[in-house]
């Protein structure tokens, strides 16, 4: 059966199903800051990455992106796992920037204690507890799964799928929350109903 699929600004009333959010460019406006890191860190080791194909890639862990760049560009000299955790460090400098995506955040705040919620992000345990921690959002949510957590990343839906198991949940009963295609596709393939918060924005 095709799960439906809800612009963000439709989600009121809430009909009592299990929330899942993706994180950055969902829950919180971290998508700048991220890029800002990569120029930071492409620039370093003349990497080519232009800004729609880092947007396309949102949610991609920035290890997978830089094996993706290192292939392409043909770049034995790129470490991924290395250049990924600088990137990652220039980018948690910048986090006391990193503010909230007030709508997104609304819906979690309205049926934060009423419903299981949880969180289902590409991006690092690390970032992803800090941030949440930032915006003092952290203890909404049951089940916080990140990259580290699975083997398969966005678009397969193993993210969404851990995250509904974590929350002792059935994915078929959830609605998710993401802004990307890649992200919108996971959660398709999780059987749940989307939101694409695009629309909000």
Not at 130 to 147: N, P
Request: overall charge negative; proline content about 7%.
């Amino acid at each position: 059966m095709r799960r439906k699929e809800y612009p963000a600004e439709s989600v009121h009333p809430f009909h009592m199903q299990p929330l899942i959010f993706d994180c950055d460019g969902t829950l919180a406006d971290t998508m700048p800051l991220h890029w800002e890191a990569w120029q930071i860190i492409t620039g370093k080791y003349s990497i080519h990455f232009p800004e729609d194909r880092f947007y396309a890639l949102g949610g991609v862990p920035s290890r997978d992106i830089l094996i993706i760049l290192a292939g392409e560009q043909n770049r034995g000299d790129i470490h991924p796992l290395k250049i990924a955790q600088e990137k990652e460090a220039a980018y948690l400098k910048l986090l006391p920037q990193v503010g909230p995506i007030e709508p997104v955040v609304t819906i979690a705040r309205e049926n934060r204690g009423k419903v299981p919620m949880g969180v289902a992000s590409g991006g690092s345990r690390k970032a992803i507890h800090q941030v949440l921690d930032h915006l003092g959002i952290r203890e909404w949510f049951g089940a916080i799964v990140t990259h580290e957590d699975v083997v398969n990343q966005k678009p397969a839906p193993d993210i969404f799928l851990e995250a509904a198991r974590r929350l002792g949940v059935d994915p078929i009963h959830c609605r998710a929350f993401e802004d990307t295609d890649l992200g919108m596709a996971a959660i398709r393939a999780a059987g749940m109903d989307a939101v694409d918060v695009r629309t909000l924005r």
